[in-house]
């Protein structure tokens, strides 16, 4: 009796550290996008729009090819044993292309990192792009931006064990680590001029410098850095508010403003019928923040 009862100590014991083990070495997250409990977008049959010359191409070529994030968990994100992609902005991506009579299923995803995302627009690499994408005055004069389907804002994201840095005013004579091309990278570039900048092309090989000691802080929008915390339970927390305001957008070809609309009206449409919040309770929601309301969408001059 005392035996038996020993013995499945032991084993109860060995199976918890084996699980944490496990967790620790990079597992799939226990709380990831489940497929099954994601929505299906209805696809608009007989759907067209001429005066697009992109949606044009796409309808010609049979599918659309849509740029992403590959490495923001709860985002964009690529499973590298099947090439699936899943997050809150593939979702965005999916519900507009079946608004746009595309079947979600036939888009091809394409990794496009920060830095890359204006040429790609602007050499027709990809017919558009979902991916944590901040709508600005610069950025519109060289693509145009459907939404703002999402608000996000700048936040920091250092080891758990950090004393020091509770905000961007810390950041005097520390390593800060962000993306090339990015608005937060330019923010404390442009603000925060004592922080020491490290750009990489994406903010995963930020993460594992931070883990690693190269750097003290990451930075980026809260969005991103609460799924990276996430991913590393007891090793990284986000500090601090938001200093910013990160609208995201859905880049388009500058000058499509037929298309532009189009995905303006799309969204609209998905978010008064629940299928934006149901795609970001299955995705974004997961981290452990509420749905909220969705920003209004801005459907903007072209040319301002
Ligand atoms: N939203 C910011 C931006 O568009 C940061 C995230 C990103 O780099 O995608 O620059």
Same mark, same amino acid.
């Given at each position: 009796m005392f035996r038996t009862t020993r013995v499945s100590t032991v084993l109860a014991v060995l199976t918890a550290l084996l699980l944490t083990a496990c967790g620790k070495e990079g597992s799939p997250p226990v709380k990831g996008p489940v497929p099954e409990r994601l929505p299906h977008y209805a696809v608009a049959e007989n759907f067209q729009l001429p005066d697009s010359p992109t949606w044009t191409r796409a309808r010609k070529r049979g599918y659309l090819v849509v740029g992403v994030k590959e490495d923001q968990p709860y985002l964009g994100e690529r499973d590298p044993a099947t090439g699936t992609y899943s997050g809150f902005d593939i979702e965005v991506a999916k519900m507009t292309a079946a608004s746009l009579g595309f079947d979600p299923s036939t888009i091809r995803f394409r990794t496009?990192?920060?830095?890359?995302?204006?040429?790609?627009?602007?050499?027709?690499?990809?017919?558009?792009?979902?991916? =944590?994408?901040?709508?600005?005055?610069?950025?519109?004069?060289?693509?145009?931006?459907?939404?703002?389907?999402?608000? !996000?804002?700048?936040?920091?994201?250092?080891?758990?064990?950090?004393?020091?840095?509770?905000?961007?005013?810390? @950041?005097?004579?520390?390593?800060?680590?962000? !993306?090339?091309?990015?608005?937060?990278?330019?923010?404390?570039? =442009?603000?925060?001029?004592?922080?020491? @900048?490290?750009?990489?092309?994406?903010?995963?090989?930020?993460?594992?410098?931070?883990?690693?000691?190269?750097?003290?802080?990451?930075? =980026?929008?809260?969005?991103? @850095?609460?799924?990276?915390?996430?991913?590393?339970?007891?090793?990284?927390?986000?500090?601090?508010?938001?200093f910013s305001q990160e609208p995201y957008g859905i880049g388009v070809p500058h000058g499509d403003n037929a298309l532009r609309l189009a995905i303006d009206d799309a969204l609209e449409a998905r978010e008064r019928n629940g299928d934006w919040k149901k795609a970001y309770e299955a995705t974004l929601g997961l981290s452990g923040v509420p749905a909220p309301t969705p920003p209004p969408i801005d459907r903007y001059q072209a040319g301002t």
């Open positions: 496009i990192a920060s830095a890359n995302r204006e040429t790609a627009l602007q050499n027709g690499q990809i017919d558009y792009y979902v991916g =944590t994408y901040t709508i600005n005055d610069n950025r519109k004069k060289l693509v145009g931006f459907a939404g703002p389907y999402y608000l !996000a804002g700048q936040s920091l994201l250092v080891r758990a064990d950090d004393k020091d840095i509770h905000g961007p005013h810390d @950041l005097d004579g520390k390593r800060v680590c962000s !993306a090339a091309g990015s608005t937060p990278y330019q923010r404390i570039k =442009t603000d925060y001029p004592k922080a020491v @900048l490290v750009a990489y092309d994406t903010y995963s090989v930020c993460v594992d410098n931070l883990l690693t000691y190269q750097v003290d802080a990451v930075t =980026t929008d809260d969005a991103i @850095l609460i799924g990276y915390a996430a991913k590393a339970p007891g090793e990284l927390k986000v500090v601090g508010r938001p």
